[in-house]
T-cell receptor
């Protein structure tokens, strides 16, 4: 069964460093998403991506964040200068149709020291 | 704005006990409702969904009914197993507010033999 994969599973970084989180969505899906979950809090929407551009983003997704689909398979989230409060689990998701169920990856745990 | 409120956990039950996890929602439009499950070390997996009022989603013995009058989508299972131990997330998507998902905080369930 096709699945969304994410790498790395855990990333530790120093405050101020850049990180890139990687995702491989399900191959025939067209809509891609990033969410995050700070420990003990809700899963929060960050951004959605369709047709090589951002279609929606939340207030969390400020200038420090960017997304890219560099090739036909990967979907990346970059944080330019990490802050302590960026420590969270980051989930990638994809869907085949716009309002259908989203398929989630296992998440990347980001720890900013 | 749209939101999901989910029963606080953690919940601990004995095997074969009845499970209810409460979920209520607030939505601008007419949302679709979902339950996702996260097993240890894995991603969020769709458990069941309902797209209109009075629809009942069901899967693996779990059920939830879309109740528009009470804005609820409670998850139930008649007889839980140890293998059901996981974190359960209620979520909605609302075409009026875009294709992002809104999640509850998650309810951790532990089933003991």
């Amino acid at each position: 069964e096709p699945e969304v994969t994410q790498t790395p599973s855990h990333q530790v970084t120093q405050m101020g460093q850049e990180v890139i989180l990687r995702c491989v969505p399900i191959s025939n899906h067209l809509y891609f998403y990033w969410y995050r979950q700070i420990l003990g809090q809700k899963v929060e929407f960050l951004v959605s991506f369709y047709n090589n551009e951002i279609s929606e983003k939340s207030e969390i997704f400020d200038d420090q964040f960017s997304v890219e689909r560099p090739d036909g398979s990967n979907f990346t989230l970059k944080i330019r200068s990490t802050k302590l409060e960026d420590s969270a689990m980051y989930f990638c998701a994809s869907s085949g149709l716009r309002y259908n169920e989203q398929f989630f990856g296992p998440g990347t745990r980001l720890t900013v020291l | 704005g749209d939101s999901v409120t989910q029963m606080e956990g953690p919940v601990t039950l004995s095997e074969e006990a009845f499970l209810t996890i409460n979920c209520t929602y607030t939505a601008t439009g007419y949302p679709s409702l979902f339950w996702y499950v996260q097993y240890p070390g894995e991603g969020l997996q769709l458990l069941l969904k309902a797209t209109k009022a009075d629809d009942k989603g069901s899967n693996k013995g779990f059920e939830a009914t879309y109740r528009k009058e009470t804005t609820s989508f409670h998850l139930e299972k008649g007889s839980v197993q140890v293998s059901d131990s996981a974190v359960y997330f209620c979520a909605l998507s609302d075409r009026e507010t875009g294709n992002q998902f809104y999640f509850g905080t998650g309810t951790s369930l532990t089933v003991i033999p």
